[in-house]
């Protein structure tokens, strides 16, 4: 049999001050890469799948981060996981909820850099919008998030972490030696649509995503979690192949004239070469349609023949169009739509054979609707700045 290929994921470390070496952190790491690390570290390689399936169970599945609750470990395992590897996820900063119920999550990663989650109660179901990178490269001019300029992609560990601070803030994990059934479940999906491009830091979206699937851990539906992309056209066939998560596209325009302003990287991937990789998308089908979202801006993209070259447009494509009213946002340049303009809207792209629901805004006094996403860090610093050039 031939030797399996070295495990080539980032193994991300946690400084120590009582030893020279750093702390390693298993949140983030693939089930061959926690075993790899595992065996490194003194387990013996006939046990490290065991080992690492054990673990693996005590931390997405139970939410335990103390090694020494791991009772199905002997103490001297127990001991030597504590000497040398760590569970951490992001520290939570502030925490905001909203009259609607939304919760909003300031959440800071290593750097001290940080990012915000968002949590929104439904009827029947809970949706966790987390973000990828610390700041975002797109610029969208309707995005307030695009204000931020990248600072860094977020790590595995960092991206899967805010998935499990929110179950913790939501007191979800199991009791110990109590079963969780799904349908108890208050996160019950994930979207990729906070701050940054998922598809710029594919790999460890990926390997993130898979953790969430993962049946013996946090294990959802690969139907549960939507990725969304503003048009990464390289990568797109590779959501399908590697993730097989739902994909939906930041699209916001039927012109590639109004869309190189609102989402310019169009201007690298043009409509037509965004739609052609949608148009061969391996997982496209009825049961799987790809969601278009489509910001309402008042006089800028709502007008009744915007409405039917969108229809247009993605003939052929297996889709739904979701409407989102522009929220708002100190210093944005646009408008959000009448709700009469995004009514007709809707019923034109309705009457061509599309669901077309109107978004409904939620956390919006609290920033924490689709778009209004931004570090208050980073908010603080424009702040100073703008102070500082005033004297």
Request: hydrophobic content about 40%; proline content about 5%.
């Amino acid at each position: 049999m031939a030797p399996a290929a070295p495990i080539t994921q980032d193994v991300v470390t946690i400084p120590r001050t009582d030893a020279a070496d750093p702390l390693i952190n298993l949140v983030g790491l693939t089930r061959d890469a926690l075993r790899d690390v595992l065996i490194e570290a003194g387990i013996k390689e006939k046990q490290g799948k065991m080992r690492a399936g054990q673990i693996w169970q005590w931390i997405y599945q139970k939410g335990v981060r103390d090694f020494d609750l791991m009772t199905n470990l002997s103490k001297d395992i127990r001991a030597m996981l504590a000497e040398k590897f760590v569970i951490a996820v992001p520290e939570i900063v502030t925490k905001q909820v909203s009259e609607d119920g939304t919760r909003k999550y300031l959440v800071r990663i290593a750097g001290g850099h940080e990012v915000e989650i968002v949590y929104i109660p439904e009827t029947n179901r809970g949706t966790l919008c987390i973000s990828s990178q610390v700041g975002c490269t797109l610029t969208c001019s309707f995005c307030h998030t695009g204000t931020q300029k990248l600072v860094r992609n977020l790590t595995a560990a960092e991206i899967i972490g805010q998935v499990m601070v929110a179950r913790d803030d939501l007191g979800e994990w199991p009791e110990l030696g109590v079963p969780n059934p799904p349908e108890a479940r208050l996160l019950s999906n994930i979207v990729l649509m906070g701050m940054g491009e998922p598809l710029y830091n594919f790999e460890n979206v990926r390997d993130a995503m898979k953790i969430a699937m993962d049946p013996e851990g946090i294990s959802l539906s690969r139907r549960r979690i939507t990725l969304s992309t503003s048009g990464v056209v390289p990568e797109i066939a590779r959501t399908a192949t590697e993730i097989g998560c739902l994909l939906a596209i930041s699209f916001h325009a039927t012109t590639d004239e109004v869309r190189d302003t609102l989402v310019p990287i169009n201007k690298k991937w043009n409509i037509e070469a965004l739609l052609n990789a949608l148009r061969e998308y391996p997982k496209a089908s009825n049961s799987e349609r790809i969601t278009f979202e489509y910001v309402m801006l008042k006089g800028i993209n709502d007008s009744d023949e915007d409405a039917r070259r969108l229809v247009q447009l993605i003939k052929g494509i297996p889709a739904k169009i979701n409407l989102i009213p522009f929220n708002e946002w100190p210093g944005a340049p646009y408008e959000r739509s009448s709700n009469n303009r995004i009514r007709a809207f809707s019923e034109i792209v309705f009457s061509a054979g599309y669901s077309s629901p109107v978004r409904k805004p939620r956390g919006e006094d609290i920033m924490a609707a689709c778009g209004q996403l931004k570090s208050a860090t980073e908010r603080g610093r424009k702040s100073r700045k703008q102070i500082e050039d005033s004297l």
